[in-house]
């Protein structure tokens, strides 16, 4: 019998892939492997709008809790991950789908990056003396993922002397692999991106932030991004509540954008609404 195949779900955040591709699990026998760098790490469950159990509804998911906030997780970790649950996932007869907005945990998998040594220190020094808008076109040009910050030099170097970018990588998407990416009306994400912020706060993220600070310092690698590092201004008194919620609002929307901005670039992506969506991969797996 043929390998099931693997189906990938790429779109912004906040534009439904999560609930598609849980019933999606649920109709094809499917087990979901999260393609997000942010709901890697353990304890941030609210400020990355990680699924709860809930949420998961019985659906096997795989992909989050594998690092501490303080530890560094890189795409080449992500990919080896990704692959050794996909046999397994296979082995069990189930149907792999892997899910996530992070394109370069997406693009390891689709076209099988091999990733290099890190850059040696007279190669990092011609880079830093570049300018903020030379480092941005360099990522761009490369596909080398921005940082959240993309006007902070710090991130950028940082972002392109990591090993997890690379130029070897293959032409074409794996064989028996297909990718269905989300596509959403600005203002109904705007909207989405507001109320998942607003429900964030309302279920204790600045709690969650007070918690993971005291065990891992607000320096740790994982909360220095996100949501979490709105809520130190908050919580240091230099915003206010409302403040800090716009702003993340603003930090979530650019975020969307740099995401569509990878993801538009992949040929290979098949562009649907998420009805569209669950009726093309329904078609793919063999049910209407």
């Avoid at 794996?174 to 607003?198: C, D």
Wanted: net charge neutral; proline share 5%; glycine share 6%.
């Amino acid at each position: 019998m043929a390998p099931k195949p693997v189906v990938v779900i790429v779109g912004p955040t906040a534009s439904g892939k999560t609930g598609l591709s849980i019933e999606l699990a649920k109709r094809h026998g499917g087990e979901i492997i999260c393609a997000d760098s942010r709901t890697v790490y353990k304890g941030m469950d609210i400020g990355t709008a990680k699924p709860s159990t809930e949420e998961q509804q019985g659906v096997p998911h795989w992909g989050l809790d594998l690092a501490n906030p303080d530890e560094r997780y890189t795409a080449a970790e992500f990919k080896e991950y990704a692959l050794n649950k996909i046999s397994e996932i296979r082995s069990r007869g189930n149907v792999p789908l892997i899910v996530g907005g992070t394109g370069l945990y997406v693009d390891s998998l689709i076209f099988d990056y091999q990733f290099p040594q890190p850059m040696s220190a007279k190669v990092r020094e011609k880079f830093e003396k570049l300018s903020v808008e030379e480092l941005n076109k360099y990522c761009i040009d490369n596909n080398i993922e921005l940082p959240i910050d993309d006007k902070n030099k710090r991130r950028l170097l940082r972002a392109i002397s990591d090993p997890q970018h690379t130029q070897q990588r293959s032409s074409a998407p794996a064989e028996n692999l297909s990718v269905v990416g989300i596509v959403t009306e600005k203002s109904v994400l705007r909207q989405r991106i507001s109320q998942r912020t607003e429900a964030m706060f309302d279920n204790g993220v600045v709690e969650e932030a007070t918690t993971l600070a005291n065990e891992y310092s607000w320096n740790a690698e994982a909360m220095t991004s996100n949501v979490y590092r709105e809520i130190r201004k908050y919580l240091h008194g230099s915003h206010s509540l409302d403040e800090v919620k716009d702003s993340f609002k603003i930090r979530d929307w650019q975020l969307a954008k740099r995401q569509m901005t990878w993801f538009r670039r992949n040929p290979h992506i098949e562009w649907a609404s998420l009805a569209a969506a669950e009726n093309y991969v329904n078609r793919l797996l063999g049910t209407e």
